[in-house]
């Protein structure tokens, strides 16, 4: 499935998303749900400072926007970073069926559970998103742990 | 952590919320979060139907609605309904340390997998509980398997 679109444009969606969060002054994790043919469903970005919401990660941002819809099999979740338990609950719940990871160095997920899952996962090491995670952990940990549910 | 507190009357809020989705048109899940005195952080309950948003299931709008928080290892998840891979992500994704469910008759989610991840589990198999899901996935099978990810 993944093979039939261009994973790197699909990846530059969910880092603009990623960045703008980040200029809202937001956690720069930026995700895109798409069909398979790459035609995009719906994207979104980590809104807990912005909305004041602990419940808004990239994926969820991501998944609302594409609104209601009675088949995921054939989509895919672009995500800036590994998804973490919350997010691959969603994607396992859903069905959905592709997820492609901006980066999995600065923080591990759930992907590799989703893999064993029978969702098709490709995680593109994409240095730009190790850059910026890097330097916004370093800025901002306590907001970072606070994301990842990380208790002092 | 749950001994502390009676589980019956936490259940008796989510019921409340399950039942108010119920009369707006939606589907009757209801969730709320407590500390471990059982003190109520937030209260919420399923709003594909009503929001017209595929995100928020019933424990992500408690969950949202107890505001951000750093630590949730003393809070303790109420629900009407073993909570889905999502709603499960999101306990072990923040740390949540108890969840109560209130039937995994109609549904079985991932309230195992969370027990065996150090979540103290408590099912209540509550008769109220069963019946209302069991009616409603009666009437409405279409949007209950939408709300689940499966697919026709």
Redesign the interface.
């Known amino acids: 499935m993944i093979d039939m679109v261009d994973t790197e444009s699909l990846l530059e969606v969910a880092y603009e998303e990623a960045q703008r969060g980040l200029a809202e002054g937001g956690i720069p994790i930026g995700a895109a749900l798409f069909d398979s043919a790459g035609n995009l469903l719906g994207r979104g970005h980590n809104r807990?400072v912005q909305n004041?919401?602990?419940?808004v990660h990239a994926e969820?941002d991501a998944?609302?926007d594409?609104?209601?819809?009675?088949?995921?099999?054939d989509t895919i979740m672009v995500t800036t970073l590994s998804p973490?338990?919350?997010?691959?609950?969603?994607v396992?719940?859903?069905?959905i069926g592709a997820v492609v990871v901006g980066e999995a160095r600065t923080f591990h997920g759930?992907h590799e559970w989703l893999a064993e899952n029978g969702v098709t996962i490709t995680v593109v090491d994409d240095p730009r998103c190790v850059a910026m995670m890097e330097k916004f952990i370093a800025e901002r940990p306590e907001l970072w742990?606070?994301d990842?549910?990380?208790?002092?």
């Open positions: 807990r004041d919401d602990p419940s969820t998944f609302r594409a609104g209601r819809r009675r088949d995921y099999r973490c338990w919350y997010c691959s609950g969603l396992r719940q859903f069905g759930g742990f606070e990842i549910g990380v208790a002092e």
